[in-house]
């Protein structure tokens, strides 16, 4: 399956965060993963609509921009985010309770929509959401901060969701590096992020480009 590398800005800086999406995206990154953290649903603060925004305007309408919403009641903030240029909206399933209504208002703006389920949340629970949306995020670490430990215990989900959907974008969160990939690629995630391997590293263009090889294996 068609690999999509989505480096997280997070590990980026943000002092110039424009420069560093056009430079990834040049380095062959697929998407631009944002990390919406409120405080409160995690324990970490980071950006808002009006950083995306003032981003969209900066790269132009192309690059896509994948917003994941680590907040609490996100079903708030998703006019917000739409107008402020994101390509896609996920939230989290423990953060919402009337899923169907926030999946709605999501497609409502034409743009896509993902849903995602920290380490400790049971795969059972999104799949009856799995025909609704377009890509499901299983964490591989506890959502919050970038640089931590890839969870391999987390595959099962990813195998889960592959075989019942073919086609589904799985994107996979938190700790993916060359040295994880290969164990995620081969349970079936797709999307790909990786913040500190990817801008940690001398060579982010190698990494990216290693990334997708395994990936698409
Ligand atoms: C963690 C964020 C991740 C994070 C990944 O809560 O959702 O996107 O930036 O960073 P790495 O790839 O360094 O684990
Ligand atoms: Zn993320």
Redesign the pocket.
């Known amino acids: 399956m068609k690999a999509l590398i989505a480096p ?4 980026s800086n943000f002092a110039k965060l424009g420069e560093e999406a056009l430079s990834i995206i040049e380095k062959g990154a697929d998407w631009l ?1 944002m ?1 919406v ?1 409120d405080g409160h649903f ?1 324990n ?1 603060l980071t950006i808002g609509a009006p950083v995306i925004r003032s981003l969209r305007q900066f790269i132009g309408e192309k690059p896509y921009l994948d917003c ?1 919403l ?1 907040v609490s009641d996100p079903l708030k903030w998703v006019d917000d985010f739409a107008k402020a240029g994101a390509s896609m909206i996920t939230f989290h399933l423990e953060a919402v309770t009337n899923i169907d209504t926030i999946i709605n208002k999501i497609k409502e703006h034409n743009i896509e929509v993902g849903i ?1 389920i920290k380490p400790n949340t049971d795969v059972d629970l999104l799949i009856p959401y799995l025909d609704k949306i377009d890509m499901a995020l299983v ?10 430990k ?1 969870m391999q215990n987390m595959m099962p989900k990813v195998s889960k969701i592959r075989k019942l959907k073919p086609n589904l974008n799985i994107q996979v ?5 060359l040295e994880t990939i290969e164990i995620a690629a081969r349970a079936g995630a797709n999307v790909i ?8 590293s001398e060579n982010p263009q190698k990494v990216i480009s290693g990334l997708r090889e395994i990936t698409e294996k």
Not at 8 to 11: A, M
Not at 139 to 148: A, D, L, N, R, S
Not at 193 to 200: R, T, W, Y
């Open positions: 997280s800005l997070l590990s993963h990390d953290m995690v970490n994941h680590m995602s964490m591989t670490v506890e959502p919050g901060f970038g640089g931590q890839f969160d938190g700790g993916l590096s992020v990786a913040g500190s391997a990817v801008f940690k």
